[in-house]
């Protein structure tokens, strides 16, 4: 019997242009088996257990300063637990992920 997955992960709204493209490839960057599924107005962004968004990936990929605050903006919504948000990274994850 395979492994059960639960995805974390969030929803973002395409009109953010590049910083929507520089967010995803931080996640992608930051995180190991990354899916991100085009529903043309909003990109899922999704993630097995947990997900870390960290400000200088998304700023290396972006090339120029980013606040974390700011993807306020551009998240319509996300599944999983936020456990910790602050001015330099963000985790999203189950609080039990073996249930």
């Not at 492994?3 to 960057?29: C, F, N, P, R």
């Amino acid at each position: 019997m395979g492994e059960k997955v639960m995805y974390v992960g969030m929803d973002l709204d395409s009109s953010g242009g590049d910083t929507i493209h520089a967010i995803i490839e931080a996640i992608e960057e930051d995180n190991e088996g990354v899916v991100v599924e085009d529903y043309f107005t909003f990109k899922k962004v999704k993630a097995p257990n947990n997900m870390l968004v960290k400000r200088e990936t998304v700023e290396a990929c972006l090339g120029r300063e980013w606040n974390m605050d700011d993807i306020h903006l551009y998240m319509s919504s996300y599944f999983g637990f936020i456990e910790d948000w602050d001015e330099d990274q963000m985790i999203i994850r189950w609080n039990n992920p073996d249930k």
